[in-house]
């Protein structure tokens, strides 16, 4: 079965610096996504970044990137320039590629809480 | 706007009742995913429909049902509630399968909030 893992419980950033979160993930298969979503305190769950596994270039969102070790099965995200309305709860989720089939739901870690500090 | 909707978003109820949640997908989307949200805690899979079939089930309690209608919208239904319960449902919608119409995202719902006295 597939696992996300994020170490991170908590993080805390300045505003206009970056920050790096991690990601880890245990799956046998060779063809996934791989996610980031937010949820701000609303509690709405927002995409940030999406990479597929078959793509080597990491994926760019604006001042969000991802750094992809498929390898190593780690995915982290970078954002650069924080500002203060990225503060909120940061999710990894992992989910079988397209061709998986009809039950492949995500699976989510357990979230890092990022604290954006003016 | 994720086009998901959900309905209701806050829920109080007591212990020992029944309270059903109600899910709408977005126009397309055939694969319907419940996921239950206690508080500070992570999103943990219950049940995945498919046009309409159980296609996955993950930790669902047997007091907790769902199923999914001829147009596609979803129910959850939660009985003999219990404390434990209280937490944020989230409905989430994707198109499930394949090729460049599968960008492999699921939707999300705005939830709904259930508090349980």
């Known amino acids: 079965a597939q696992t996300v893992t994020q170490s991170q419980p908590e993080m805390s950033v300045q505003e206009a610096e970056t920050v790096t979160l991690s990601c880890t993930y245990d799956?046998?298969?060779?063809?996934?996504?791989l996610f980031w979503y937010k949820q701000p305190p609303s509690r709405q769950m927002i995409l940030v970044i999406r990479?597929?596994?078959?793509?080597?270039q990491n994926a760019t969102e604006n001042r969000f990137s991802v750094n992809f070790q498929k390898a190593a099965k780690s995915f982290s995200l970078k954002i650069s320039d924080s500002q203060l309305g990225d503060a909120a709860m940061y999710f990894c989720?992992?989910?079988?590629?397209?061709?998986?089939?009809?039950?492949?739901?995500?699976?989510f870690g357990t979230g890092t809480l990022l604290a954006v500090q003016p | 706007d994720s086009g998901v909707t959900q309905t209701p978003k806050h829920l109080i109820t007591a212990t020992g009742q029944r309270v059903t949640l109600r899910c709408s997908p977005r126009?397309?989307?055939?694969?319907v995913y419940w996921y239950q949200q206690s508080l500070d805690q992570g999103l943990q899979f219950l049940i995945q429909?498919?046009?309409?079939?159980?296609?996955a089930k993950g930790n669902i309690l047997e007091r907790f049902s769902a199923q999914q209608f001829p147009d596609l919208h979803s129910e959850l239904n939660l009985s003999s509630l219990e404390l434990g319960d209280s937490a944020l449902y989230f409905c989430?919608?994707?198109?499930?399968?394949?090729?460049?119409?599968?960008?492999?995202?699921?939707?999300f719902g705005e939830g709904s909030r259930l508090t349980v006295l």
């Open positions: 990479q597929e596994a078959y793509k080597q």
């Open positions: 799956t046998s298969e060779s063809d996934y996504y």
């Open positions: 989720a992992y989910r079988t590629g397209p061709y998986g089939g009809a039950t492949n739901k995500l699976i």
């Open positions: 126009s397309g989307d055939l694969s």
């Open positions: 989430a919608s994707s198109r499930a399968y394949g090729g460049t119409a599968n960008t492999g995202e699921l939707f």
């Open positions: 429909y498919y046009n309409g079939e159980e296609r």
